[in-house]
Each structure stands twice: as structure tokens, then as C-alpha cells.
């Protein structure tokens, strides 16, 4: 009683207790996940982890918005509506909305459906107010449209006060770079939506296409005129015509059919397992459920939005997550049929099938992080779900089925035909 | 079991040909991919049911009388009363109009027209274009990892295989078009075979390398090493291409007509994986190791 921290010497001693507190980590945690902890309460400390996953357009629905470009009748109005179309896409996959659409409606019309939010006044916040931003000389002359401006972001200037500090694209810095070696000691403004915002008086040239905008702000409306700036960074004009919330696409029927049949997968993978390498599936079965335990909270910590792919993505990484877990245990069969005791065919058994876990799982992890980093919309999301389950599977094949199988083998079970058939 | 392991590369490259062939022969004749509305755009209906409650099914149950099967349905509107549906662009919307409403008037007596627009695809040539580029970066990368960590030739015929998995699976959606429409899961399911193709194919690749360097294998035929490691792998590659079909045929089975749609082809991309990292891959590896080995002599 006194020594709480020493540790048993038996080892079958050691193993029960480890065995028990792997159980109990995991059942609470079980517990957790499906139930939340003090949920109902006055204070809502955790929500239950599947609760917490935001879902896509297809299972929960969110809002949508129509906007009406204004068709300046030009040659480019095709393009300029197809990249319109590209920057509020990219716009949201940057915000994580990666599940988001941005559809042409009509000729001029552009439909934006986000999902995961109910309230449509939030469509707003997160795509802004769509402006036209231009940079205009003393004689009223429009040198830069926001559609040049690359990136802009609330920072603070020489004398620590907050500015906006913008980026421009090629071809905007080549403009600009000609216009402030032409406007040298005279003003450029800053107007959008045709009010002037800034109008800064040039002191050099300026050529690597970065500047500043300063100007009387606070850092909240240097904030918010980033975000303008960005938002207008448009080449059409845009008006909100109609803006509204959206039901799921797919409905509750849908998700509960899919988790259904994840169920329903999931324990059928669990008694092939146990059937067919005994207590090594028993261990495997038990790292599948902490698999699946992670991969949830990931979800819910990430952000990640779930659509029904990705739940069904989810259930098929099931399957393939005890791929690991069968490698490593027809090794052990191997070693074990040339004779080798328990100990040290689990030993060898890991050893022999970690380049092939390793090798595998690292390819694959290489094809998520590229389409993740490259990809938009749909297909980074996607990455993602890919990502998670892929490094969770390898993590818990190689740490937890290991740790299991040494429990089990120092058990004291000796009969290698109960390890595997 | 009695099964010989060898090589029958041939007769294998030559079925997986035939079937890409007949794929590409059905294309040309205008029997494509069956593409959903998620790539083709389509029509947008908007209706105002003037109801607080009603069940979409009804809907679709109507739109089904009218000859329209597939429709996204959403409850739309501040009191949830209104109703988009985005059905596949029909010769004649006035028709349509005119049949669906008279369907819908008998549960609906207050329904009302709202619009009807043209929406563009939600899967633009963007998406599609950035996908293929990420995919393509992806392989390279994939094949460098794979050359460092084996040979370059190994990395080739990964990549080959997994270039087969890909056409296998389109091929069968062209060829099974009538069950298998192609909306915007198709893009994840095509995603998740080339990860999945890689796993298995490296799985085996392993065992050769390791083979490859045991004692007494260096004089072998690359071929029988081949064969050697692609029957030591068996128990392996059975049983986890059996875990993976038990859940995915569970959400087939079970899942609504959209995880139908998603389902399908994966499983087909599986047992196209199964099949060429076993039958394909370590053979053509082996032929190119051969090959280079001629070179090098000549």
C-alpha cells in the first residue's frame, strides 16, 4: 500500500494489470465517445465524438446563396465568370468549407451551397461581401482591379500601427511597378465600391508586387478590411439575390443506413478475425476498436467535414486497417512453423513485417498529402479522411497489436495454436 | 487448395487489355461513362409547397411517375417549405412542369411554381483537371519513394499496376453503366484504389525483396522468385482483401442508392487490385529487370 508505483515483479502479474488498464482506458473512452461526459448538464463538457464531426451538404444540410454577376457585356465575360467561380472555391477550401459547391446558375448567376451552418446571415462572414476594388491615379484612371490582388492580411506598418499589407499577382505587380514610377510624389487610391478607402501618396516605386496600405485604422478594421479586400478581389460584380437555409441532400436515412452497415461490417471483420487467428484477433479486434475510437476524435479535432463518401471511406479503412494486423500475424505463423518459441516469433513475426507495413502505409501517405496540399474542394477533404486513417491504422498496428501480443504471450499461454489457427 | 503459382502475365495483361478495349470501343460508340448530374449540370426546379409539413419522398415517388429516377432532392426556404429539385437537363421542361404538377396537386393542392433554372456541373473541369494534376504529382513522388526504398524498376511497375487498377475500374463503370452512374463519390472511390492498389502491391513487392537477397535465391529466375513471394503472400492477400470486401459489400447490401453508386466501383477496384498485384505487377518487374539485364550484357 505504501509503494502505490512499484511494479509487480511476476510477469503474468504485470501483464494483468496492463491488460486491465488497457481495457478500462479503452472503455472509457468507448464511453465518452458514445455518450459525451456531463452532457445535459449545466455545464455540456464533452459532446459525444461522432456528435461533434461536421458533416457535409449530403447528411446535415447548411445554407445556400445565389448571387447575380453583373454582365458587363464583354468577350471576357465567360472567363471571368469561370474564375469568379475558382476564387470563391478556393476561397472556402482555404476556410475548411472543403465540402462547399460553387455551381453556375443561369447565364450570370453564380449558387453557393456551404454546408454545416444553419444560420444563412453566416454566408457573409465567411465569403464576404463580394466588392470590386480597384487602385485609382489623381486623374480618375483605374491602374490595379482586385482581382490582381494575390493575398492581403491585417499587419502593422514601420511605426507598429496596424495596416494591410497586400499581395499582387504578376501581372498586377507589373502594373503596379509602372504606375508608382508614374505617380511618383502624387496619390493613389484605394476605392471600393467606388468610395475611396485609402489614398496613400507615393514615395518610391514599388516592384516586387507587395505593398501596404496604411491609413487611421485599428487592428479589428485593419481586419476587416483585409477580408474586404480579399472578398472584392473579384473581376465581376456581385448581388446577393437570394440566400436561405438548405436541408440534407440525402437525408438521416442515408447516414443511419451507412453507420448501420459499418456496424453490421465492422463486428463481421471482428469474428473473421477471431475466427481465423483466435487471440491473435482477439488482440487485433481490440486495436481495431481503438482505431476506430482515434480516427472519430481526429475527425471531430480537424474539422474535417464528413460527407457520405467519407463516412463509407471510413467504414472501407476499417477493413483495411486490420491489413497490418494480418501481416504481421501470418508472420508470426511463419516463424512459428519453423519451430520458434512464442516470444521470439512475435518478435521476429514484427520485425520481418514492419518494412512492409512501413513501406505501404508510406506511399499512401504520400498520395494523401499531395492531393491534400494540391487538391480542392471535394478531393482535400477526402485527403484528409485518408490521411487520418492511413497513419491511425500503422500507429495502432505497430504500438498497440505489439503491446497486446507481448501481454498475452507473457499471460503465460504458451499452446501457439491459440495464438494463430 | 491446389493452386500453382506462376507466371501467366500473358493471358492476365492480355484479359485486363480486352477489357479496357471493349470499355474504349463502348466510349467511342457514345455509351460512355454514365455521368450524374454532380458532372453534367442540370435543371433546377424551385417549388413552394405552402405546407409546413411534407415528406420528400412524395416527391420523389412523383418525379418517378414522371420517368425521373435521379433527383437531389432539398426542403428549402425560411418556414422549410419550399422544395428545389435538380433533375438531369429533360428535352422538354414545360412537359415535365405540366406532369409533375398535376402528380404533386393531388397531395399538394397549394403547391406553387417558383423557377426553373439551368445549374452548371458542382464537378467542374477544374476539380477534374486539379485531380488528375495532384494525382500525377502524387505517382511521381510515389515512384521516387518507391525506387529508394526498392529499385526503380519496382517503382514502375507499382506505378503500372496502379495505372491498371485505375483503367479497370473505369473500364467497368463504362461497361456496367446501366447500374453504376458516376456523380462526384466516384472521385474518393477512384482515390481510395490507388491507395489501396500501392498497399497490396508493395505488400508482395517486400517479399520479393527480401527473397530476392536470401541466400541461394540470387541464381534463381527472377520469374520463380516472383512466384515464390506471391504464394508466401497468399494467406495475407486473401484475407485482407476478405476484410475489406466484408465491409464494403455491407455498405453495398445496406446502403442507400448514392453509397450503391460508390460502393460498386470500389469493389471492383479492389478485386482489380487483388488481381494485378498478384497476376501482373511482380511479373512485370521481373520482365523489366530481365530486359535491363540484357541490355546491360549486350
Redesign the interface.
Known sequence: MAKKNAKPKNPRTRAIVSLVAILVVVAVCGYVALFGIGKGTMVNYLKPWGEAISLGL?LR?GV?TVYAAENDGSEEFETKM?ST??IL?SRLTRQGFTEA?V????AD?I?VEIPNVSDPNEILRIIGTPAQLYFVDENGENILEGAMIKNAQAAQDENGLPCVAFELNDEGAKRFAEATAANIGKTISITLDGETISAPTVNSVITGGKGQITGNFTADEAKNLATLILSGALPLNLTQLEV????????V??LD??I???A???A??ML??LL?YRLCGLVADIALTIYVMIVVLLLALTGAQL????V??I??G???A??AN??IF?RI??EMSVGRPLASSIKMGFS?AL??II??????V???V??Y???????RG??LT?GIS?ITSMFTAIFITHKLLDIFADFGIKNQKLYVR | MKFEVKNRLKPCAALSIVIMLIALVMSMMGMGMNLGIDFT?GT?MTYDMNVKTFD?ADISAALAECGVTDA???????D?D?V?IRIKDVENTDDLRAALEEKLSASYPDIEYVDI??????V?S??IS??I???T??AV??LV??AF??DLYSGIA?IIGLLHDVAIMLSFVVILRSFIRVE??F???L??I???S??NT??I???I??NAHKAGMRQLPREQIVNLSVK?SL??TL??T???????V??Y????D??KQ??LP?IIGILAGTYSANLINGYVWALLMDKRGKKAKA
Open positions: 449530403d444540410g445556400y469561370s467561380v475558382s472555391t459547391t455551381t453556375r446558375q443561369g448567376r449558387r436561405s437555409a438548405i436541408s440534407a441532400t440525402l437525408g436515412e442515408a443506413k451507412a448501420l452497415a459499418g453490421i461490417g465492422v463481421l471483420v473473421f478475425m481465423r460527407t457520405l463518401p467519407g463509407a471511406g467504414i472501407l476499417i477493413g483495411m486490420v491489413d494480418v501481416v501470418e505463423r511463419e520481418h518494412s512492409a513501406d505501404a502505409n508510406v506511399t499512401t504520400i498520395a494523401a499531395v492531393l496540399a494540391f487538391g480542392t474542394g471535394s478531393i477526402f485527403a485518408l492511413v | 449540370g433546377l420528400t437531389q432532392i432539398a426542403v428549402t426556404g425560411e422549410k419550399q428545389q433554372t439551368r445549374v452548371g456541373a458542382v467542374g477544374e476539380l486539379n485531380a494534376k495532384s494525382l504529382l502524387a513522388l510515389m519513394y518507391i526504398r526498392f507499382a462526384t463519390t472521385i474518393a472511390a482515390l481510395t490507388v491507395g489501396y500501392i498497399n508493395i505488400i513487392f517486400d517479399r525483396r527480401e508466401e494467406p495475407r484475407n485482407t476478405i476484410t475489406t470486401l466484408i465491409t464494403i455491407t455498405l447490401v445496406l446502403g442507400v448514392s453509397i460508390f460502393a470500389l
